[in-house]
């Protein structure tokens, strides 16, 4: 039996000199806004990145330009081969209000079948898929509900099964388990994880939890203040199999948050290069 979570492969994600400007309110009202000044980097075939920065630096802005639900002032997002015009084929995206994700009149299943019609998905196949994906995520005994007899923890993880189901090549994830409870939160970074490594996609995953990013991420990508840049582009050195007790416990873990902390509490303050950014605990292995 083929499992939905086969090997799907990821894409490359690269952003090149983004920028964006929201150009203030209506009818000529309000001043325009530099959410982005100028952001370059690459997300490589099958990686799992994280990026954080100070509240209001730009991260959704960033998220959704890649996901392209919004136009770049400047600069452009490419994935494989091809510039990012409008929502891509093969992206799948989760954003921090799953609430309003979800169709509250379609049951449980329903909504997680729903991208995969619109994807041509045979109907034997999507019921498989709806129904491996749900059990993935434990929600095996509830397909039949409505999103709103849910919590909201159990709500996110219909949004992750949706997500999953669709098998992606890239998978966008914006702050998803902010409104969850510590413990279900863990489980769904598991989750993650597992999804992740099982089909081999390219993950961009957006949090303001320092300790979060380092935990799932092969890289935290540590942004300014806005107008947001890269103030750092941090290699997480953990390993592929991370637990959450001896994983948090690691002396590498205590030493990348220390670092990324330090360049978060930096960014708030305004610093916009490495250089500018006065760290008391400068990372030993980097800069050994
Ligand atoms: N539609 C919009 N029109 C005008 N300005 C906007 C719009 N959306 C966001 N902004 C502004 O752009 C800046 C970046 O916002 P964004 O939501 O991307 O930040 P963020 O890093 O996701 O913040 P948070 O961590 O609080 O979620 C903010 O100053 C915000 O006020
Ligand atoms: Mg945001």
Redesign the pocket.
């Known amino acids: 039996m083929t499992s939905p979570v086969d090997q799907v492969g990821g894409a490359r994600l690269s952003v090149r000199g983004l920028r964006?400007v929201?150009?203030?309110?209506g009818a000529g009202r309000?001043a325009p806004?530099?959410?982005?000044a100028d952001l370059t980097f690459e997300v490589r075939p099958g990686e799992l990145v994280c990026v954080v920065?100070?509240?209001?630096?730009?991260?959704?802005?960033?998220?959704?330009c890649m996901a392209g639900l919004l136009p770049a002032t400047a600069g452009e997002v490419v994935l494989g081969e091809s510039a990012i015009t409008g929502p891509p084929e093969g992206m799948a995206v989760v954003l921090?209000e799953y609430g309003r994700s979800l169709f509250p009149w379609m049951t449980v299943a329903q909504n997680v079948e729903l991208p995969l019609r619109e994807k041509g998905v045979a109907k034997a196949r999507r019921a498989e898929l709806v129904r491996e994906t749900l059990a993935a995520v434990g929600l095996g005994d509830v397909a039949g509900s409505y999103p709103w007899q849910l919590s909201g923890g159990m709500q996110q993880r219909v949004a992750i099964a949706r997500a999953a189901a669709y098998e992606p090549q890239v998978l966008l994830m914006?702050?998803p388990f902010a409104a969850v409870d510590a413990q279900t939160r863990f489980d769904l970074e598991d989750l993650v994880r597992t999804l992740w490594k099982r089909l081999g996609i390219t993950v961009v995953f957006?949090t303001?939890d320092i300790d979060e990013a380092i935990y799932l991420g092969e890289r935290v990508l540590v942004?300014s203040a806005?107008p947001?840049v890269v103030l750092e582009d941090v290699e997480v050195g953990l390993g592929q199999d991370r637990d959450q007790l001896e994983t948090r416990g690691d002396a590498e873990f205590a030493r990348l948050r220390t670092h990324v902390y330090e360049l978060v509490q930096q960014a708030k303050k305004g610093a916009r290069t490495l250089a500018e950014a006065h760290l008391t605990h400068p990372v030993g292995a980097r800069d050994a």
């Open positions: 964006k929201y150009s203030g309110g309000g806004v530099e959410a982005i920065g100070p509240s209001g630096a730009g991260k959704t802005t960033l998220l959704r921090q914006d702050e957006v303001h942004l806005r947001t």
